[in-house]
Every structure is written in structure tokens, then in C-alpha cells.
């Protein structure tokens, strides 16, 4: 199985990519192939339609289009800003749809504060439904980001290294689910 990362915040000083390197790595070890997509390295601008893409927007889009459908499931990971996940990985979001179908997504959200970005998590699993993909129940919420992890992303907080274990057992249970059912009935239709 092959899990891909969307992480959903380019500003300056950002504290969610560490929520991102952290589930790699984590996964990694548990022997999934991960995908870490983060839309710092490969930004879309604002989408205005495919008749005005330039030719470099297209090969961009292509090219995560690619990397989205080559995952059998997804991670989204985001800041909350102002009640809700950022306008980056919804603008990224809006590139695409057929990439999302019937693929199990998980949610973990960051905030500075104590909610643990709980607003932005619930809004994006109500996009993910929008998107024909499946949002796993459980979210992975991480409060006081910029005091969760050590220089080296490890995690300094035992609950929140608990959280984010039993987040992943319930991710790779949820996927492998849906994965095996799709599995299946791709057999059952051939």
C-alpha cells in the first residue's frame, strides 16, 4: 500500500510540516510506502480554469494529478487558520476530483493553540465526503504545535504521541479496508 501526504501550508515559519515528517517517518517504519506532498515545493496558483493554465501550470498539475492517483490512500495535513483548514490545500483540492475517488483519506490538523486545529479538521473531512472520497472517523489533532516536537521531530508530548499511534492504527486499518474491497471487486468485474 502506498500512502500520500498532502501538506497543506507554504507560509514562512510554518509548524504543520512537522505533523507531516512525523507521519512519514512514522509510516516508514511500519513499512508503507509513503508519497510526502507538500505544496511549498510545488505550488499551484489560485485556480481560474484549464483554458488559462500556462504550459508549466498543466505539467505542475499533471504531474500531482499523477502522484495523487499513484496513492491508494491519503493524509491530509493542515494549519487551522481563522476556524478553518488553509485556502492553499483547498485551492489545491479544487484541481482535482477523480484522483480523490473512493480512496480513504485521514485528517490530522495543527493549531498554536489548545484545540488542536478541531475546526479545520472537521470542515475537511466534510470537503473529503464532497470529493467522493471516504474520511476516516478518527482525526489526528495536534495543539501547541510549536512546542510538540524537538529539533530532530521527535515528539515531546506522550499524549500526543499516543494520538498520533493510535491515529495510524486506525488509518492503516480504514485504508487497507477500503483498498482490499476495491481490490475485490476490480477481480469480481474482470
Same mark, same amino acid.
Given at each position: ?5 498532502? &501538506? ?12 507531516? &515528517? ?34 508549466q501550470v498543466e505539467a505542475r498539475v499533471q504531474a500531482l494529478s499523477a502522484r495523487l492517483r499513484?496513492?491508494d490512500g491519503l493524509v491530509f495535513v493542515t494549519p487551522e487558520y481563522h476556524g478553518s483548514f ?8 479544487? =484541481? ?18 489548545k484545540l488542536g486545529g478541531i475546526n479545520a479538521s472537521t470542515q475537511l473531512q466534510h470537503v ?42 486506525? =488509518? ?19
Amino acid at each position: 500500500m502506498k500512502i500520500g501526504i498532502l &501538506l497543506g501550508s507554504t507560509r514562512v515559519g510554518r509548524q504543520s510540516h512537522k505533523v507531516a &515528517l512525523h507521519l512519514e517517518k512514522a509510516l516508514k517504519e511500519r513499512g508503507v510506502a509513503v508519497d510526502l506532498i507538500d505544496l511549498a515545493d510545488d505550488p499551484l496558483p489560485i485556480l481560474e480554469g484549464q483554458s488559462a493554465r500556462s504550459a508549466q501550470v498543466e505539467a505542475r498539475v499533471q504531474a500531482l494529478s499523477a502522484r495523487l492517483r499513484a496513492a491508494d490512500g491519503l493524509v491530509f495535513v493542515t494549519p487551522e487558520y481563522h476556524g478553518s483548514f488553509s485556502g492553499v490545500l483547498k485551492n489545491a483540492l479544487d =484541481y482535482f476530483w477523480e484522483e480523490f475517488n473512493r480512496k480513504p483519506i485521514g485528517v490530522a490538523a495543527v493549531s498554536a493553540g489548545k484545540l488542536g486545529g478541531i475546526n479545520a479538521s472537521t470542515q475537511l473531512q466534510h470537503v473529503v465526503l464532497s470529493l467522493g472520497a471516504f474520511a476516516m472517523p478518527t482525526k489526528l489533532l495536534v495543539s501547541e504545535v510549536h512546542n510538540a516536537f524537538d529539533e530532530s521531530l521527535q515528539v515531546k508530548s506522550e499524549p500526543i504521541a499516543k494520538s498520533t499511534a493510535r491515529f495510524l492504527d486506525e =488509518y492503516l486499518w480504514f485504508a487497507s479496508a477500503i483498498v482490499q474491497a476495491k481490490q475485490a471487486a476490480a477481480e469480481r468485474a474482470a
